[in-house]
């Protein structure tokens, strides 16, 4: 299933049975307008983009694809994965063998999903898939850092005490999702395979005010040549940088060059400086425009600042975008640093 606008393309199915289930449904539920049914073959693309949407090409976009494969590559690997279960299942599988099995089971069938994704790339923001087994997890990402993703999540999802299945999502694109989203809260999935965690969370000195915290994180980051949205209500600030511009050497030529445009300034400067011309060239960092101020920034980061526990002040950078995980240590490192000693 994937989502287009304000619209959902889903259920696409080889079966001739389960289509005239799912067309059924969305007559009946009156989604007709928003849900399209496509049929596939084995032997299609498993992402169709373009005419077989009712859309030209060129301009298919999907924010996501979700997919439930089939689990298994034989009848045999079923029925042997059915005998294994400690205990009866609490109800019937009432899945049909096209529903279950595919040649190379749960892994071929993603592998072919990823295939699609290297060359779709960022088409589709973000490709999603179920999987029934652990190990497909590791196999997988190993493919997948193979064709080279630097940004995909991990998910556990947990049915009562009994049933247990695994998801794994992957992007082309720079945009950074939430920790909670990437990387599961349970023990089941070690963490050489989980992403780096986009969130790091530190701790002003005690006694520390609020409003101190507050201003040392504002004007630390103001200071960077970075663009830089602090919203005084919320305590919150969004940064895009193009690189690292906090280490001494960019701060050193960030001020030589500012000296030398003083300069400048100075010596060139009109007789007469108009009010107009001092606005047109005022950049209001309120105004934040998506894929403008971001454009060609290698690195996005959101910083949030609240009262913490017994009186100290938490400070949490959360990583928004960009593929370089030491960037966004160096900067949260950075900036740890300058609020413990209150600059």
Same mark, same amino acid.
Request: one cysteine or more; charged letters at 25%.
């Given at each position: *299933?994937?989502?287009?606008?304000?619209?959902?393309?889903?259920?696409?199915?080889?079966?001739a049975k389960?289509?005239?289930?799912?067309?059924?449904?969305?007559?009946?539920?009156?989604?007709?307008?928003?849900?399209?049914?496509?049929?596939? =073959?084995? =032997?299609?693309?498993?992402?169709?983009?373009?005419?077989?949407?009712? *859309?030209?090409?060129?301009?298919?976009?999907?924010?996501?694809?979700?997919?439930?494969?089939?689990f298994?590559?034989?009848?045999?690997?079923?029925?042997?994965? #059915?005998?294994?279960k400690?205990?009866?299942?609490?109800?019937?599988?009432?899945?049909?063998?096209?529903? *279950?099995?595919? #040649?190379?089971?749960?892994?071929?069938f993603?592998?072919?999903?990823?295939?699609?994704?290297?060359?779709?790339?960022? +088409?589709?923001?973000?490709?999603?898939?179920?999987v029934?087994k652990?190990?497909?997890?590791?196999?997988? /990402?190993?493919?997948?850092?193979?064709?080279?993703?630097?940004?995909?999540?991990?998910?556990?999802?947990?049915?009562?005490?009994?049933?247990?299945?695994?998801?794994?999502?992957?992007?082309?694109?720079?945009?950074?999702?939430?920790?909670?989203?990437?990387?599961?809260?349970g023990?089941?999935?070690?963490?050489h /395979?989980?992403?780096?965690?986009?969130?790091?969370?530190?701790?002003?000195?005690?006694?520390?005010?609020? =409003?101190?915290?507050?201003?040392?994180?504002?004007?630390?980051?103001? #200071?960077?040549?970075?663009?830089?949205?602090?919203?005084s209500?919320?305590?919150?600030?969004?940064?895009?940088?193009?690189?690292?511009?906090?280490?001494?050497?960019? +701060?050193?030529? *960030? %001020?030589?060059?500012?000296?030398? %445009?003083a300069?400048?300034?100075?010596?060139? #400067?009109?007789?007469?400086? =108009?009010? %107009?011309?001092?606005?047109?060239?005022?950049?209001?960092? &309120?105004?934040?425009?998506?894929?403008?101020q971001?454009?060609? &920034?290698?690195?996005?980061? %959101?910083?949030?600042?609240?009262?913490?526990?017994?009186?100290?002040?938490?400070?949490t950078?959360?990583?928004?975008?960009?593929?370089d995980?030491?960037?966004?240590?160096?900067?949260?490192?950075?900036?740890?640093?300058?609020?413990?000693k209150?600059?």
């Amino acid at each position: *299933m994937e989502i287009r606008g304000d619209s959902l393309t889903g259920d696409q199915d080889i079966d001739a049975k389960n289509l005239k289930y799912a067309r059924d449904n969305v007559r009946r539920n009156k989604l007709d307008s928003r849900v399209q049914i496509v049929e596939r =073959s084995p =032997s299609d693309p498993l992402i169709p983009l373009g005419e077989e949407i009712g *859309m030209p090409e060129s301009d298919t976009r999907l924010d996501f694809t979700m997919c439930n494969p089939p689990f298994y590559e034989s009848r045999d690997e079923l029925i042997s994965a #059915a005998k294994a279960k400690q205990r009866p299942p609490f109800s019937a599988c009432t899945g049909a063998e096209v529903e *279950m099995i595919t #040649a190379g089971g749960e892994v071929a069938f993603v592998n072919r999903m990823i295939k699609e994704s290297v060359k779709l790339r960022d +088409r589709v923001q973000w490709y999603t898939s179920m999987v029934g087994k652990f190990s497909s997890v590791a196999t997988l /990402l190993t493919i997948l850092h193979e064709e080279g993703n630097k940004n995909w999540a991990v998910a556990e999802f947990v049915q009562g005490s009994k049933t247990r299945r695994w998801g794994i999502g992957w992007s082309w694109m720079d945009y950074r999702p939430r920790a909670d989203a990437a990387r599961p809260q349970g023990q089941s999935i070690p963490k050489h /395979l989980l992403p780096f965690p986009p969130e790091f969370t530190f701790h002003s000195p005690p006694s520390t005010p609020l =409003s101190t915290t507050i201003d040392a994180v504002n004007s630390t980051i103001t #200071a960077l040549d970075v663009y830089w949205c602090w919203n005084s209500g919320t305590s919150t600030g969004l940064g895009f940088a193009r690189g690292n511009a906090w280490s001494r050497h960019a +701060r050193r030529q *960030m %001020k030589k060059q500012a000296i030398e %445009k003083a300069q400048t300034a100075a010596t060139n #400067a009109p007789a007469e400086h =108009s009010e %107009k011309d001092s606005k047109e060239n005022d950049v209001k960092p &309120a105004d934040f425009i998506p894929e403008k101020q971001d454009k060609g &920034a290698e690195f996005g980061f %959101k910083v949030s600042v609240r009262g913490g526990m017994e009186g100290q002040v938490e400070v949490t950078v959360r990583w928004v975008n960009g593929f370089d995980a030491v960037i966004f240590e160096s900067f949260c490192g950075f900036l740890k640093r300058k609020v413990e000693k209150g600059e």
